[in-house]
């Protein structure tokens, strides 16, 4: 099965919060993001070294995972900017562009974000999976 997934599912598999079980049925299948997927776990990464929840090797080793990880990340064109411009009443530009993914797609979304998912749901027809 096809899968979008959001930055705050691969922080938290690199980090450890996260495991295979956890993902439930996303666990297996082909995962897609927005090719920006890359700089908020770089993003996050950076923000829990900062605030001393992860060690620089530990996010060393986090940022060498996720090149490891089977994702297959998409820029954007055109008419997914456009998609995330008309979301992005409720969402974050970056947030939106997940949810357009998947609406192009036809994949759920699987996030740990609640706030994306209320956007998501009420903004698109998209499924959204909440892990």
Do not use: F, K
């Given at each position: 099965m096809?899968w979008?997934v959001?930055?705050?599912?691969?922080?938290?598999l690199?980090?450890g919060?996260?495991?295979?079980?956890?993902?439930g049925?996303?666990?297996t299948g082909?995962?897609?993001a927005?090719a920006?997927?890359?700089?908020e776990?770089l993003?996050?990464v950076?923000?829990?070294?900062?605030?001393?929840h992860?060690?620089i090797?530990r996010?060393r080793?986090?940022l060498?995972d996720?090149?490891d990880?089977?994702?297959?990340?998409?820029?954007m064109?055109?008419?997914?900017?456009?998609?995330?411009l008309d979301l992005g009443?409720n969402?974050?530009?970056?947030?939106?562009a997940y949810?357009?993914?998947?609406?192009?797609?036809?994949?759920p979304?699987?996030?740990r974000d609640?706030r994306?998912?209320r956007?998501?749901t009420s903004?698109?027809d998209?499924r959204?999976?909440?892990?």
């Open positions: 096809t979008v959001d930055a705050s599912v691969v922080v938290d690199l980090t919060v996260l495991d295979a079980e956890r993902l049925p996303a666990a082909q995962w897609h927005p920006h997927v890359d700089v776990v993003h996050a950076r923000g829990l070294v900062r605030g001393r992860l060690t090797g996010a080793d986090a060498h996720l090149h990880l089977r994702i297959d990340r998409w820029a064109d055109r008419s997914s900017a456009l998609r995330a009443r969402l974050s530009a970056y947030d939106a949810v357009a993914l998947a609406e192009e797609l036809a994949a979304l699987v996030t609640t994306l998912a956007g998501a903004l698109s998209a959204v999976l909440v892990i």
